[in-house]
């Protein structure tokens, strides 16, 4: 049986497990920071699913079914991920960074077929396989292992997934320091950097530190502005979701018991999700 987002939420060695993967996640930025960038807000992340799903969903005998501009709107449209003007430049910046390529053809623009890169899929294929070793961390299963043997079924697990991602409302509509995080850029790096640096068995206390101290080291590394970083940090500091442990920019932050379970909620919330697609594309013998 798939995991329910209650039991991973509950789980007894879910703050190391989701640790583990925040480092992860904070790995495939360093090695892939433009492309890293499309996961880089709420709004980004799924629009970078819904592409790719398109993209696997294709019929390759068919290019009526390829992944083209009117397809990618009317699907966002459909969900209410973002507006036409927001969409269509992030498919021109896909286009512009090599993310995403034109299928030669000839006609209408908005008819052309794109395609992510191999080495977009090679980047989106370690963020599922992050999730399938936390997944596996949880109950002691093989999914990753699982899915090693069968790579391919890639193209069957993504929609899947792209597809209970833009369903959640826990994912969707996140609780309030959260949703501060997500609309800035490298927002979900931020928070997995945030709660990478905390000791798991910190979780229970009111104000839980982190590793930061330098908000202009933090935003040099994640190349943000270090006043628009500033200006969120402080916005989360109002509602009490942050704070220094002394001097603000020379103690150590940390954050309020609150907000990390916020974002331990959306972890698990994400985490059902691709477990639930798992469980479609890889039944278990005795499940049919």
């Known amino acids: 049986m ?160 792209a597809d209970g991602l833009l369903s959640s409302t826990p994912v969707r509509e996140p609780e309030q320091t959260f949703s501060l995080f997500i609309w800035l850029n490298n927002g979900g790096i931020v928070m997995d950097w945030l709660m990478s640096g905390i000791d798991p068995q910190d979780a229970g206390l009111d104000r839980i530190p982190t590793s930061i101290v330098s908000i202009a080291e933090f935003a040099k590394w994640l190349k943000l502005s270090r006043t628009h970083l500033a200006r969120k940090l402080h916005d989360a500091e109002e509602l009490g979701s942050i704070g220094w442990a002394g001097q603000r920019g020379h103690s150590l932050m940390w954050v309020s018991k609150e907000f990390y379970h916020e974002y331990m909620a959306v972890q698990a919330a994400k985490l059902a999700v691709v477990d639930a697609a798992f469980e479609v594309c890889f039944p278990a013998p005795d499940s049919g």
């Open 2 to 161: 798939a995991l329910k987002a209650e039991v991973i939420a509950g789980h007894p060695v879910v703050h190391r497990a989701v640790q583990e993967q925040s480092r992860a996640l904070i790995q495939i930025f360093e090695t892939s920071p433009r492309l890293a960038a499309i996961f880089a807000t709420q709004q980004r992340w799924l629009m970078g699913h819904v592409g790719l799903a398109l993209h696997f969903r294709r019929d390759p005998n068919d290019h009526h079914t390829a992944l083209t501009l009117a397809r990618f709107l009317k699907v966002i449209r459909q969900n209410s991920v973002a507006s036409r003007n927001t969409a269509e430049a992030f498919i021109k910046e896909m286009l512009h960074y090599n993310i995403a390529e034109y299928l030669p053809t000839s006609g209408d623009a908005r008819a052309h077929p794109m395609q992510p890169t191999a080495a977009t899929i090679k980047t989106f294929t370690g963020w599922v396989l992050a999730h399938l070793r936390t997944l596996d961390s949880l109950d002691g299963g093989n999914r990753l292992a699982t899915f090693l043997e069968r790579p391919e079924m890639l193209a069957r697990l993504q929609p899947l997934i």
